[in-house]
């Protein structure tokens, strides 16, 4: 049972580098999201989508880049790293439907440290 | 403030102990409300969801106070295995993409 699969699981970045980390579910979800969290916090909303071709700001999407071209894949793009995007990401999937219904499935997370 | 605030622990209690957890939310739109569960360096999973009713799911009860916007969580009998961070969260009803997370509280339970 794959789940939610997200890649890397950890990455160093010099300032200023491009990454992007990729982001797919096989459960056929509707909703996919990415979150960060800095240590000791909570999980915080960078991007999410409510269906292919859809995408919308969370709380802190600054520097942040998605798309969601297909149902399986929402991958986040970092445009030019910096030390604050050092941090934990989780990418996760969600639907309505169903008798877990809004249940929340994540990825194991990308670890990632801009230097 | 945050739309989602938790105790901010952490919680150390012997193996045994009953313990509670408190969330208050600020927005009181239609929303779902659930705890998770996160062990160190692993992801957040569904430990429960939290109904209007109150809930229990063995050792486990949540409540929910929509008039207050709080809501709770009640362990019993509190196990080593029980120590990890629980995260309250909030999730409107049409788009479970944009969950609100509590910035949760660490449980440490002790032999």
């Known amino acids: 049972n794959a789940g939610v699969t997200q890649t890397p699981k950890f990455q160093v970045l010099k300032t200023g580098q491009s990454m992007t980390l990729q982001c797919a579910q096989d459960?056929?979800?509707?909703?996919m999201s990415w979150y960060r969290q800095d240590p000791g916090m909570g999980l915080r909303l960078i991007h999410y989508?409510?269906?292919?071709?859809?995408?919308d700001q969370g709380e802190v999407p600054n520097g942040y880049n998605v798309s969601r071209s297909t149902t399986e894949d929402f991958p986040l793009r970092l445009l030019s790293a910096a030390p604050s995007q050092t941090s934990v990401y989780f990418c996760?999937?969600?639907?309505?439907?169903?008798?877990?219904?809004?249940?929340?499935?994540f990825g194991e997370g990308s670890w990632l440290t801009v230097v | 403030r945050k739309e989602v605030e938790q105790d901010p622990g952490p919680f150390n209690v012997p193996e045994g102990a009953t313990v509670a957890f408190n969330c208050t939310y600020s927005?009181?739109?239609?929303?779902?409300f659930f705890w998770y569960r996160q062990d160190c360096r692993k992801e957040p999973k569904l430990l429960m969801s939290?109904?209007?009713s109150g809930n229990e799911d063995g050792r486990f009860t949540a409540q929910l106070n929509r008039a207050s916007q709080y809501i709770s969580l009640l362990i019993r009998d509190s196990k080593l295995s029980d120590s990890a961070t629980y995260l309250c969260?909030?999730?409107?009803?049409?788009?479970?993409?944009?969950?609100?997370f509590g910035d949760g509280t660490t449980l440490t339970v002790k032999p």
């Open positions: 996760a999937s969600s639907s309505d439907r169903g008798r877990r219904g809004n249940t929340i499935y």
């Open positions: 459960m056929n979800h509707e909703y």
């Open positions: 989508s409510v269906g292919a071709g859809i995408t």
């Open positions: 927005n009181s739109a239609s929303q779902s």
């Open positions: 939290v109904y209007s």
């Open positions: 969260v909030v999730t409107p009803y049409t788009n479970a993409g944009k969950s609100t």
